[in-house]
C-alpha cells in the first residue's frame, strides 16, 4: 500500500499562483511515476501531469500551455506542482496518484493504483 497525502490548494485570484505537494508513505520503493489529475464539478478526472521517479522524466496534458511545473524530491517521497497565472477554468479539486506500472504514457487515471484525497483550488475572477 502506498499512502498519499496533498496539500497546498487554496483561494487565490486569477493570475496567482499555488503549489500543491504531495507526499507518499508505505510501500513508495513500488511506485514507478506520480501523476497529478483535476477534477472540476460535473466533469470527468483529468490529467494534468506525470513526473517518473527515476530520472525525473516529465509529461503534461497539452491544454496546461506551459503554465504548470511538476518536480519531485525523491528524498523527501514528495512530488509538487507549481500552478502559475491560474485562471477561473483551473478551478477543481487536485489529486495526485501513484503508479507502479512503466508505461510509455502516464495520462491515464486507470494506469495509477493509488489515490490521495484531493486538494480543492480555486480561482477567483
Known amino acids: 500500500q502506498v499512502q498519499l497525502v496533498e496539500s497546498g490548494g487554496g483561494l487565490v485570484q486569477a493570475g496567482g499562483s499555488l503549489r500543491l505537494s504531495c507526499t507518499a508513505s508505505?510501500?513508495?520503493?513500488?511506485?514507478?511515476?506520480m501523476g497529478w489529475f483535476r477534477q472540476a464539478p460535473g466533469k470527468e478526472r483529468a490529467f494534468v501531469a506525470a513526473?517518473?521517479?527515476?530520472?525525473?522524466?516529465?509529461y503534461y496534458a497539452d491544454s496546461m500551455n506551459g503554465r504548470f511545473t511538476i518536480s519531485r524530491d525523491n528524498a523527501k517521497n514528495t512530488v509538487y506542482l507549481q500552478l502559475s497565472n491560474l485562471k477561473p477554468e483551473d478551478t477543481a479539486v487536485y489529486y495526485c496518484?501513484?503508479?507502479?506500472?512503466?508505461?510509455?504514457?502516464?495520462?491515464?487515471?486507470?494506469?495509477?493504483?493509488?489515490w490521495g484525497q484531493g486538494t480543492q483550488v480555486t480561482v477567483s475572477s
Open positions: 496518484a501513484s503508479t507502479g506500472r512503466v508505461a510509455p504514457l502516464l495520462s491515464s487515471p486507470s494506469l495509477y493504483d493509488y
Open positions: 513526473i517518473r521517479w527515476s530520472g525525473g522524466r516529465s
Open positions: 508505505g510501500r513508495t520503493f513500488s511506485s514507478a511515476a
